[in-house]
């Protein structure tokens, strides 16, 4: 779920665990709402295991930086002549947390590892271009692939694409061992999760805090009254849209609003009836007035979105008017479909994500209006992740997908969606493919008008990134291009 992964929408919130007048130590608490259900970025595809673990504990060769761009990270610098042959050389004296230096041979294992069908890596879709992995010498490795793609680099800086030492591989999911600029301290379940500063970070001056305590706190109201209090120092995703115009007017606060790649969706299961009709999932879309859910569930907040391209990505195209609301539309397809009287539908949501329940809401009784009859049934977590996720054991459901550049979700039939549009595919494969800018830019506009056509879920609206610090908690990004709470420059100032 990378794609869900990177899929998915995670409440932080920062807190001193003393005053950096009181003492050198610089110490932060992050209340976040949902307990990752495992740390093995290998294992899961969920935003709350990337939150803690992701830039903070583990890191890949390649990182996209807090303006969007990609940048050398593990890896120094890399070449290509033809962009099939990658040679990657690896910035000398990284070490793991368990003090070993981190070499090629570990590069290839972790990726050998990740093709391995055996380890049902999440994220192994990927990484299929790869043909080849050479180690060349200790900080030299060249990946051979099968065909040009268009977004090898990046995937190179997904969350699934984290190094980490081949003999801590039977640990990953409650000890993760990596480069990062924190170690995991300790995982005391359904309480906490500490990150201590690691004293050999390969970045000089970093990490700026010496001790991270991510507390799992759900209700964003209690999060308010925290901040309020002085007990909170800052909040990320830990409060809710109604919160922040009071906030905004308080002087002891500085909001930040700015952009992310979690788009809202409501997802159909186009696999089971009545959704296998588009004309269904096009009536559904059509009975959706998206400007009102945004009113309605985030108080304003957030912007309108027609496709899975979300408008921090370079080929993204303005579709939110593409289907817009009309109801009498969404009869007249529903009585074509057969369906004149509409049907009953079930919409699974995990109440963990406070968005999910009050969108939830706003459909139901809009699409009430067009027939179409909702019956809201909340969901745990790890329920949402075995039954909806998995097995695609829903009828409609509503979650955030965190992950940049996802769009391949959509050319996989076996994704919980479950769309498997041949064509879709086709297009999907052929942008992979191309990497001259101008011919991918037109496909991905080909893209993006399949997907409205196809209407295999209903893009509701991007979620906005919300933060909320006390004056002196500095260093926090103000767009998320990617899922990540890189934790490492943030500090206190005077």
Do not use: C
Not at 359 to 388: N, P, S
Not at 418 to 441: G, I, N
């Amino acid at each position: 779920m990378r794609h869900l992964a990177r899929l998915l929408l995670v409440a932080l919130a920062l807190v001193p665990l003393a005053s950096p007048a009181a003492a050198d130590a610089q110490n932060l608490v992050v209340q976040v709402a949902t307990e990752p259900p495992g740390l093995d970025l290998t294992a899961t595809p969920a935003s709350a295991a990337a939150a803690v673990v992701f830039y903070n504990v583990q890191e890949a060769l390649v990182k996209v930086d807090r303006h969007g761009k990609l940048v050398p990270w593990l890896a120094e610098r890399w070449n290509t002549s033809d962009n099939k042959n990658y040679t990657f050389f690896l910035k000398r004296g990284v070490r793991f947390h368990n003090g070993r230096e981190l070499r090629a041979t570990d590069v290839k294992f972790v990726f050998d590892r990740a093709l391995n069908p055996e380890t049902k890596h999440p994220a192994a879709k990927q990484y299929e271009a790869i043909a080849d992995i050479i180690v060349k010498d200790d900080y030299t490795i060249t990946f051979a692939l099968k065909t040009t793609t268009a977004n090898f680099l990046l995937n190179m800086a997904r969350q699934g694409s984290v190094i980490y030492p081949r003999e801590a591989v039977d640990t990953l999911k409650s000890e993760p061992i990596g480069t990062g600029p924190y170690r995991l301290g300790e995982w005391v379940r359904g309480d906490r999760i500490v990150l201590v500063k690691n004293p050999d970070y390969h970045v000089k001056g970093l990490p700026k805090i010496d001790r991270v305590t991510y507390r799992f706190i759900p209700d964003p109201n209690a999060a308010l009254a925290a901040l309020k209090a002085g007990d909170v120092d800052a909040a990320m995703f830990g409060l809710g849209p109604e919160h922040i115009p009071d906030l905004q007017k308080d002087p002891r606060f500085q909001v930040i609003v700015g952009e992310t790649t979690n788009d809202v969706i409501m997802s159909m299961n186009n696999s089971r009836k009545p959704f296998t009709d588009v004309r269904v999932r096009r009536a559904v879309t059509y009975g959706i007035n998206k400007p009102e859910v945004v009113k309605g569930a985030m108080f304003g907040l957030g912007h309108v979105l027609g496709t899975n391209v979300d408008p921090l990505n370079p080929y993204f195209v303005d579709m939110s008017g593409a289907m817009p609301y009309d109801p009498a539309k969404a009869k007249k397809l529903l009585a074509e479909a057969g369906y004149p009287n509409g049907f009953d539908a079930v919409l699974k949501v995990a109440p963990q994500y406070y968005y999910t329940v009050r969108t939830g809401e706003v459909l139901a009784d809009q699409l009430a209006k067009v027939g179409v009859k909702i019956k809201i049934e909340q969901i745990e977590w790890g329920q949402w992740l075995a039954r909806v996720w998995k097995d695609a054991d829903y009828d409609l459901t509503i979650i955030g997908h965190a992950e940049a550049w996802d769009v391949a979700n959509y050319a996989n039939p076996k994704y919980y969606f479950r769309y498997d549009s041949p064509e879709f595919q086709k297009l999907f494969q052929e942008s992979e493919t191309t990497v001259d800018d101008k011919a991918r830019r037109e496909l991905y506009v080909k893209i993006q008008k399949k997907l409205v056509e196809d209407a295999p879920v209903v893009w509701l609206y991007i979620h906005p990134r919300l933060a909320v610090t006390k004056k002196g908690v500095q260093g926090l990004w103000k767009d998320l291009p990617a899922p990540v709470f890189d934790l490492s420059e943030v500090a206190w100032v005077k």
